[in-house]
């Protein structure tokens, strides 16, 4: 039936209910949140939980980020945004190579940013709930690897920890005067050309342009968020390249990731000028 038919209306009205009544219990503004949600840029997507719980990070290709065309764009993006990096650099001890590194490795260094919009994202799994609602949309291999009381045990880690991220978008979404259904992200809602998760954009978030709000998806404020956030966990001079991939793995939990993101940075890092604190 089409989403736009006075039925489905209703239908997804319903589904949307309970989540709504949860947002105003825990201090939400009622209007506002009735009405966000009474938007048709609303939509319930019921494929989002089940890609959640069957999720495989060790399935990702990583490796592609180190073919020639890539780190060649890499190169360039670290040439044009040199100045800043060196700032970015000086104030939070990250060398630009990481920076730029991950950069890379989370976006293509901008170009994948996420199709849909982070608040559905978040809110079609702080909804998702009941395992039979989900079920239909599983694999047969998730179903039987996993088994019922396993799944329903992630289901509602996944359930809870997505209506904190709706939370926090919310939060972040007022304390910069956006629109969060103008916000774009990625298959299970981080932000940005970091990529942060809104409980990250609230604690790490960086104005770095001054602009008088914390904008993940410009550079500069990008840029200096994802360095205050490996700062936080641990970054410094002189650490091994095991210590150096435990903070990386900080920020995502992916020995694959990690590892690229510092094969990367060492590609960027063998061809320029070693940059020295203090220094342009």
């Known amino acids: 039936m089409p989403a736009s038919s006075p039925a489905s209306t209703a239908t997804v009205a319903s589904i949307w209910r309970p989540l709504v009544a949860h947002l105003i219990k825990d201090g939400e503004n009622g209007t506002s949140i009735r009405r966000i949600f009474a938007d048709p840029e609303v939509q319930f997507d019921p494929r989002v939980m089940p890609r959640k719980l069957s999720h495989r990070e060790s399935r990702l290709d990583y490796r592609k980020f180190l073919r020639p065309k890539r780190i060649a764009r890499a190169r360039s993006f670290l040439d044009k945004n040199r100045k800043l990096l060196a700032q970015i650099e000086d104030t939070y001890g990250v060398p630009r190579e990481i920076e730029v590194a991950i950069l890379l490795v989370e976006t293509d260094l901008g170009r994948y940013l996420g199709s849909g919009l982070?608040?559905?994202?978040?809110?079609?799994?702080?909804?998702?709930?009941?395992l039979d609602h989900v079920r239909p949309w599983l694999s047969p291999e998730v179903i039987s690897s996993m088994g019922t009381k396993d799944l329903r045990e992630k289901l509602k880690k996944n359930s809870q920890w997505s209506y904190r991220e709706l939370k926090a978008l919310l939060t972040y979404s007022a304390q910069n005067h956006i629109d969060p259904l103008t916000i774009k992200g990625s298959i299970f809602g981080a932000i940005g050309l970091c990529q942060f998760m809104p409980s990250s954009a609230l604690r790490f978030g960086v104005d770095q342009d001054h602009n008088g709000?914390?904008?993940?998806?410009?550079?500069?404020?990008?840029?200096?968020?994802?360095?205050?956030y490996i700062k936080s966990y641990g970054w410094r001079a002189n650490l091994s390249r095991k210590e150096q991939e435990a903070v990386i793995l900080k920020y995502n939990y992916s020995r694959p990731y990690a590892e690229t993101v510092l094969d990367v940075a060492d590609k960027l890092s063998s061809e320029v000028t070693v940059h020295v604190p203090g220094q342009r």
């Open 118 to 130: 982070a608040f559905n994202i978040l809110a079609s799994m702080a909804v998702a709930t009941d």
């Open 213 to 228: 709000k914390v904008d993940l998806f410009s550079t500069e404020d990008a840029l200096a968020s994802m360095a205050k």
